[in-house]
């Protein structure tokens, strides 16, 4: 039997913040509860973003994985990331590996609901007033 080999699928654009918390995120999480909560979750304990985000979205053959979000103000400083939202546990053990061993800043996590709790270890997002 033959398998291709594993490949992940790396995608970008930049788009309106509600573009993203709108259909972007209507595309990929299909139970309504979760969607709503996710997007609960990205107003409520991120930081204000930025009128656009840059998505950075990565996916395997079976869907996507995670999406990092990042700010797109004009700056000569670099800014942290806003967030990375989490859709399947399984980048879970390299998100952690990029943030704790080489020091890469993804933001807070903020964890998709339907999923069983995988970010025991990452940095969740604290609650902003």
Request: charge should be negative.
């Amino acid at each position: 039997m033959n398998m291709p080999p594993p490949g992940l699928a790396v995608s970008t654009q930049f788009c309106r913040v509600h573009d993203y918390l709108g259909s972007e995120l209507a595309n990929v999480i299909t139970s309504p509860a979760a969607l709503a909560a996710t997007r609960l979750k990205l107003v409520e304990q991120i930081a204000p973003m930025s009128k656009y985000v840059g998505v950075i979205r990565v996916g395997d053959a079976d869907g996507v994985l995670f999406d990092l979000l990042l700010d797109t103000t004009d700056s000569d400083n670099h800014h942290r990331a806003f967030a990375h939202v989490l859709y399947l546990p399984l980048f879970v053990p390299f998100l952690q590996a990029l943030q704790t061993k080489m020091g890469v800043d993804l933001g807070p996590a903020i964890v998709v609901p339907s999923l069983p709790t995988v970010a025991a270890g990452l940095p969740t997002a604290p609650n902003v007033p």
